[in-house]
T-cell receptor
Framework: GEDVEQSLFLSVREGDSSVINCTYT??????LYWYKQEPGAGLQLLTY?????DMKQDQRLTVLLNKKDKHLSLRIADTQTGDSAIYFC???????????????FGKGTKLSVIP | AAGVIQSPRHLIKEKRETATLKCYPI?????VYWYQQGPGQDPQFLIS???????DKGSIPDRFSAQQFSDYHSELNMSSLELGDSALYFC???????????????FGPGTRLTVL
């Protein structure tokens, strides 16, 4: 996680938009991901973006990708209390060509939604 | 829909003991990954298997070993446990498809290992 950077905390009011930012390392990363982790739970894939895209929208989620700056962001519209969680961005590194790939995660951004 | 199953969900061991964590991938998934997430940390890739062969190795200590069996389930064996091994261990599975196709890693709920 030391090479994928995220701000650690974000606090927003219910109904506002949240924007979580991430800077990744490998310009050859093909897919970039956003995972959500609720307390004591596993990792849930929220959305992903392919590297030839600038933007992807999926209901309340919008992902923006700036390949030049290696910057990825996740915008959550109309943030709800149920969105409170830790959000990890992740990139693919070291694809082995043997059928698997490993994800490198950022440190995670803890989103707190104030009712 | 069937998800990735991990057992046990919680495990308490003492220093220098051994532990075995099990992972049952989603049916028809041929690739299994292991990640370690320390308290307040991001998940760190340990090792992965594709079609029962080790395919990638990350920051897995020499004290740990893993394998994937003929039914595609995987086991992570941890010996000479240390306090620093206390963490949440995730298993994920996917269907291999190469970088030209999108293949999501589906994560299990994790096994929380506490070493006393």
């Amino acid at each position: 996680g030391e090479d994928v950077e995220q701000s650690l905390f974000l606090s927003v009011r219910e109904g506002d938009s949240s924007v979580i930012n991430c800077t990744y390392t490998d310009s050859s990363s093909t897919y970039l991901y956003w995972y959500k982790q609720e307390p004591g739970a596993g990792l849930q894939l929220l959305t992903y973006i392919f590297s030839n895209m600038d933007m992807k929208q999926d209901q309340r989620l919008t992902v923006l990708l700036n390949k030049k700056d290696k910057h990825l962001s996740l915008r959550i519209a109309d943030t709800q209390t149920g969105d409170s969680a830790i959000y990890f961005c992740a990139e693919i590194l070291l694809y082995s060509g043997a059928g698997s790939y490993q994800l490198t995660f950022g440190k995670g951004t803890k989103l707190s939604v104030i009712p | 829909a069937a998800g990735v199953i991990q057992s046990p969900r919680h495990l308490i061991k003492e220093k220098r003991e051994t532990a075995t964590l099990k992972c049952y991938p989603i049916p028809r998934h041929d690739t299994v990954y292991w990640y370690q997430q320390g308290p307040g940390q991001d998940p760190q890739f340990l090792i992965s298997f594709y079609e029962k062969m080790q395919s990638d190795k990350g920051s897995i200590p020499d004290r740990f070993s893993a394998q994937q069996f003929s039914d595609y389930h995987s086991e992570l064996n941890m010996s000479s446990l240390e306090l620093g091994d206390s963490a949440l261990y995730f298993c994920a599975s996917s269907l291999a498809g190469g970088l030209s196709s999108y293949n999501e890693q589906f994560f299990g709920p994790g096994t929380r290992l506490t070493v006393l």
